[in-house]
């Protein structure tokens, strides 16, 4: 049988006393009411009346009184309701359900840090969203910048993230494409080989002026080709460059690097490649091959975008659909993959799991969830306007998920040691989730003799109001050793006790259910 309504008015009526300085609002309650029972609609005015007087007597309690007679009936209304925000990532343009295909493509030169896990998550949201393909591509076009074990661990970070990969790549093994395909744009006369020397062909391009290998015809462009492949005499630091417009108003724009020789051996192919692909080459060429429809990526591959706009073009492919996020700052933490690395190898640093680092791993090992990271990203949507990173709107998000799961001990910080004398034994026992009992508890049986530890703010209040409660276990008196005082509870209820943590050699919590 539900409650008599004049109780459940008078509940909610000291709640809103209780969260509003003490004075119930009557409409609001009203509207309470009328919310969870219709049938009252029919004689509002005389439940007005019912609640104004239940309210001007709730009213005329003190604070206290309220607050006291809550937490007896209705304990549970104490806690102040929170707004449940949802917040949804928009829609893609034209993303079709089950045909969307994207791709998170790094650098494999470590493991993957907080600041990649935004992309990752991005992506992740939508091919789920939309039933659609999330590629992972391994960009390893610069030999001088590969971890050769992140082809493991970013698979394994991502994994942790909680985003479902459906196919990787890896960019070492398609060079021949890459090849092709410059191969190709030298013969529509949209490519060319020059063996300037790169400051005059920067400079040149500045000035609007085409070098002087830009204009040779195709047939010698090719011969120039075969030469660039062997690196024949002449060619060994010679380029295949991309044309674009040389007047260009965006000087970034002017003609781009498609290939250029590397010297440094790849840890997955060794010296098999001289050439290796410059990302505006190898990235359109993937993204067009890989079918991508749509391309999340920041706000600092804007002029990426428009070079490789060129290549889709001269090929008559059609492009995938931009997205460019703002930039993101993240304060307070060391990212930088090369340096954490070389930390690690000085001995500075632990591993790539250092608390220290921003590192997925050292997230992971910090206690933060992977649900929180993903709610992070989707709140902060996908906007082009650049946002700070905030540690504590992590954390707190981090909070709201390890919450109610997480079970209960004591920490002490600067402790502060107290011997006890005056016990025969000391027992005591506190549930390991407070709201959830059939969690089971924490069970203490302190052996003699006795000693605990409390922090040293707690253990000056402690010589001053010369007695303290030990949460869940007994009192103390002051006096040195200091005297067992039983177990009673009241004078921490009447605010005439303090009860604080501890921490005892002996008391490694036993776990019971
Ligand atoms: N490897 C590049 C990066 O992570 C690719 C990004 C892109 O092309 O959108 O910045």
Redesign the pocket.
């Known amino acids: 049988m539900s409650e008599p309504i004049e109780d459940t008015i008078r509940k909610l009526a000291l709640q809103n006393a209780v969260n509003f300085k003490g004075k119930a609002n009557p409409k609001a309650i009203a509207g309470k009411i009328l919310g969870s029972h219709p049938e009252l609609r029919g004689d509002v005015a005389g439940l007005n009346e019912t609640i104004g007087g239940i309210v001007a007597d709730v009213n005329a309690m003190a604070p206290e009184a309220q607050r006291k007679e809550l937490e007896e009936t209705a304990p549970e209304m104490l806690v102040k309701e929170k707004k449940v925000r949802t917040y949804e990532l928009p829609d893609l343009e034209n993303a079709e359900k089950g045909k969307t295909v994207m791709r998170i493509?790094?650098?494999p030169s470590g493991p993957l840090h907080i600041g990649h896990t935004r992309v990752s998550v991005l992506n992740d949201e939508y091919t789920k969203r939309y039933g659609g393909k999330l590629i992972l591509r391994f960009?390893d076009t610069n030999p001088e910048k590969i971890d050769p074990d992140a082809y493991d661990t970013i698979p394994e970070d991502l994994d942790w993230l909680g985003v479902r990969i459906d196919r990787s790549y890896i960019q070492s093994d398609r060079f021949e494409l890459y090849y092709k395909v410059t191969k190709q744009l030298i013969e529509q006369g949209h490519a060319y080989v020059c063996t300037c020397d790169a400051e005059k062909w920067r400079s040149l391009k500045e000035q609007k002026t085409a070098c002087p290998c830009r204009d040779l015809p195709v047939n010698e462009q090719l011969e120039r080709y075969d030469k660039l492949m062997e690196g024949a005499p002449g060619f060994e630091d010679a380029i295949a460059v991309v044309k674009t417009d040389i007047a260009h108003p965006n000087p970034a724009i002017r003609d781009f690097v498609a290939l250029r020789a590397v010297d440094t051996p790849h840890p997955r192919t060794g010296d098999k490649y001289r050439l290796y692909p410059m990302?505006n080459l190898s990235?359109a060429v993937d993204d067009h091959e890989m079918g991508m429809t749509h391309?999340i990526?920041g706000k600092d591959?804007l002029n990426?975008t428009l070079r490789q706009k060129y290549i889709f073009d001269y090929f008559g492919w059609k492009q995938p659909e931009y997205i460019h996020y703002g930039l993101v700052h993240i304060p307070d933490t060391v990212l930088k993959t090369s340096l954490i690395k070389e930390s690690i190898r000085k001995g500075e640093y632990t591993g790539w799991d250092d608390v220290r680092t921003g590192t997925v791993r050292a997230l992971a090992r910090r206690g933060i969830r992977p649900e929180a990271i993903r709610r992070y990203w989707v709140e902060s949507g996908i906007k082009s306007v650049d946002i700070n990173f905030s540690w504590d709107g992590l954390y707190s998000m981090n909070r709201d998920i390890i919450d109610p799961i997480s079970s209960r001990y004591f920490f002490v910080r600067d402790p502060v040691r107290y011997d006890i004398e005056g016990a025969q034994e000391i027992k005591g026992k506190a549930p390991l989730l407070p709201d959830d009992p059939s969690k089971g508890f924490r069970e203490y049986d302190l052996k003699s003799p006795f000693t605990v530890f409390i922090t040293e703010k707690d253990s000056a209040e402690f010589s001053k109001d010369k007695k303290i409660r030990l949460k869940d276990l007994c009192n103390l008196d002051y006096s040195t050793p200091a005297k067992f005082a039983g177990n009673d509870v009241s004078g921490v209820r009447g605010g005439k006790m303090k009860a604080v943590q501890w921490v005892s050699r002996s008391s490694v919590p036993a776990r019971s259910s």
Do not use: Y
């Open positions: 493509a790094p650098g960009e990302m990235v391309v990526r591959h990426n």
